[in-house]
């Protein structure tokens, strides 16, 4: 209530203010409308220019993945070809790729589940309940986000080494469930969350762990999306940790695959690097608008 | 509110007695679980390593400070290695005013923002490895490669060849930033429509318009979120591996590149971890890294509140 008031009241002066903006705006508006009409074919010029430059590699994989060999090889290259083949399409269909492809999803879609369970809880249980040790727990947490991965590389190998899980896709999973900066995020977005809506749940009885599932989840559904798109496009680009800690053709994972085990045809590579990217891109385009949010959340597109 | 937000929690304590709430424990144990195994142990793990031999064959023996002293004062590698991550951290200013040009562009146009911003980010939206792969391809065959032609036919000199040891480093860097500036355009475009309008109109009528208002205006106003994506970038480019690691492998047949061209800090703690097995020297340097990161860090954290308030 009390805050209505206020912003009814702030809000009186400014309306004038908007008003003698927008007579202003108008009359500048008649005075420039021939102006911004050059200006703004210039900056469409630049727009143009920018999605050409930011497009092109794009395409010109686009268009290698259905050139015959010898049209790739020729010098000087061509964008377009003469002719157009699918057989290269024939290489992401055979089980070569395959496997790595299904190694991948696999591993990806367990440790996205697994991110989001994990630490899902534990940003709840940090978020919205009080037992000795909360806040060491908390500083723990946000203290390790200043440690780059790069530091646990060798103990985690060792570690793996240790538990006899090398060469497992076990090891690529448990080594990235944990996430500091994923409950450091569900942390602070649960801090909102009404408790009047969990008493209440409690109240009718529900047990915490129904409270969780049924009332905590639903209403925190865009960090948790944030945190499923991170830990996806963190595991599905993995190269550093299948790199030290898978050996087997059968369980590379796409990035190792692409790097060690090309085909000697581009255009099997290419059809490979557009296939790879097709699952990124499609929880990119599902869930865009917890993306931009999380981007803002975060401030970067990696590594949540 | 304010009651009923303390009341929650304490009830709940209070229904199991005197005795501690067990229910938050078993909530964190499987992040615990992680975390001590993966992230906790391995810190001093690796802090401990850093001073001595450790091969992974023979027992570990203590040297002291003697892998942090070949690092800063034997080894030319190493101080290579910083070079080159020094230029990627340089590169990181430009590909923000790159990314903050791109958001001005877009939240300029009056039709097709949605359009531009999708072929802007696509790049950041794909699999970096793929573009990687991509990108191995456009250079490969040194000066014949087709990105070499495709540049020729639009002015630049003849035969450039980014698998030579001059160029590789310097192509890593720009494909970085062009398939990479996507996220910050779009931290940028967000924060600039949160700038107040009548800041500009009251910058009207000092005669504040165009570049002047960008400069006097905008500028101030976002420069938390500016602060914030400069420094979380310099930290990222640090860190920088898998880019090298697969152009280099595809495009040039050498790990990172010819000649250590492409040799980065991490890349560096990398080969020397699994390719010589020197566990306890990699650690030394991870850590001298973590030392300049942890600065970077605290710097981020500070305007980073600031950043995340203006970038939503």
């Known amino acids: 209530m009390a805050n209505n008031v206020d912003s009814l009241r702030s809000s009186r002066p400014q309306a004038n203010g908007q008003q003698e903006a927008a007579i202003r705006r108008r009359q500048n508006q008649r005075r420039k409308v021939f102006g911004r009409s050059v200006r703004y074919f210039w900056l469409y010029v630049i727009a143009i220019l920018l999605a050409c430059i930011t497009a092109f590699p794009l395409v010109w994989l ?6 015959p060999t010898y049209e790739i090889y020729q010098y000087p290259p061509t964008l377009f070809a003469k002719i157009y083949t699918l057989s290269n399409l024939r ?16 591993i990806t879609v367990v440790t996205s589940i697994l991110q989001v369970l994990v630490n899902g809880l534990a940003g709840y249980a940090l978020a919205k309940h009080r037992f000795p040790g909360r806040t060491l727990i908390f500083y723990l947490f946000l203290s390790s986000m200043m440690i780059p991965f790069q530091i646990y590389l060798i103990p985690d190998f060792l570690i793996i080494k240790h538990l006899g899980l090398l060469d497992t896709r076990t090891s690529l999973i448990i080594s990235w469930i944990g996430s500091a900066g994923s409950v450091f995020l569900i942390r602070q977005y649960m801090l909102g969350l009404p408790d009047s809506t969990l008493e209440a749940a409690r109240l009718d009885g529900a047990s915490e762990w129904r409270t969780f599932f049924q009332v905590v989840v639903p209403m925190a ?62 929880v990119f385009l599902l869930l865009q608008r917890y993306f931009s949010q999380g981007v803002a959340l975060t401030g970067t597109g990696e590594q949540g | 509110m304010v009651a009923t937000q303390q009341g929650g929690p304490m009830k709940n304590a209070k229904r199991t007695g005197h005795k501690v709430p067990v229910l938050p424990y078993v909530f964190l144990l499987p992040m615990m679980l992680s ?11 690796s802090f401990g390593l850093s001073f001595t031999n450790y091969n992974l064959i023979t027992p570990a023996h203590f040297v002291g400070g003697a892998n942090y002293a070949h690092a800063l004062f034997h080894s030319s590698l190493f101080w290579l290695a910083v070079r080159h991550t020094v230029w990627f951290v340089v590169a990181v200013p430009l ?35 793929a573009m990687g792969v991509l990108w191995a391809f456009l250079i490969s065959f040194g000066s014949k490669s087709i990105l070499s032609v495709v540049l020729h036919d639009i002015g630049f000199a003849a035969g450039l060849n980014f698998t030579g040891p001059g160029l590789f480093l310097v192509f890593v860097i720009f494909s970085g ?5 996507g996220p910050g355009m779009v931290i940028f475009s967000a924060g600039l429509r949160g700038v107040n309008q009548e800041f500009y109109d009251a910058g009207k009528l000092d005669g504040a318009v165009g570049l002047k208002a960008t400069w006097y205006i905008t500028l101030p106003q976002i420069r938390l979120t500016l602060m914030y994506v400069v420094i979380t970038g310099m930290i990222g480019s640090f860190q920088v591996f898998e880019s090298l690691f697969v152009i280099g492998s595809l495009g040039t047949g050498q790990q990172f590149g010819p000649l250590n061209s492409g040799l980065t800090l991490v890349p560096l703690i990398y080969e020397k971890a699994f390719s ?37």
Do not use: D, E
């Open chain 1, 91 to 106: 290489y992401v269909l055979s089980g070569t790729f395959l496997q790595p492809f299904f190694n991948t999803v696999y």
């Open chain 2, 95 to 129: 590909g923000i005013l790159i990314s903050l040009s791109a958001a001005f562009l877009i939240n300029a146009l009056p039709w097709g923002q949605g359009l531009f911003r999708f072929i802007y980010y696509l790049p950041s939206a794909l699999s970096s490895i």
């Open chain 1, 62 to 67: 686009l268009i290698t993945i259905f050139k």
């Open chain 2, 177 to 181: 930033m062009l398939t990479g500036w």
């Open chain 1, 221 to 282: 559904t865009p960090v948790l999306g944030v945190v499923a798109i991170f830990s996806f496009f963190s595991q599905w680009n993995n190269l550093l940790m299948p790199l030290i800690l898978i050996h087997s053709q059968s369980r590379y994972t796409l990035p190792l695959f692409l790097v060690f085990s090309p085909s000697s045809n581009p255009g099997q590579n290419m059809a490979a690097a557009f296939v790879t990217s097709i699952p990124p891109l499609i």
């Open chain 2, 276 to 312: 010589y097995l020197q566990f306890g020297y990699s650690s030394a340097i991870a850590f001298l890294m973590l030392s300049v990161i942890l600065v970077l860090t605290v710097l981020a954290m500070r305007y980073g509140q600031g950043g995340q308030a203006l970038g939503k």
């Open chain 2, 35 to 45: 975390f001590i195994v993966f992230n906790l142990i391995p810190v001093f793990w």
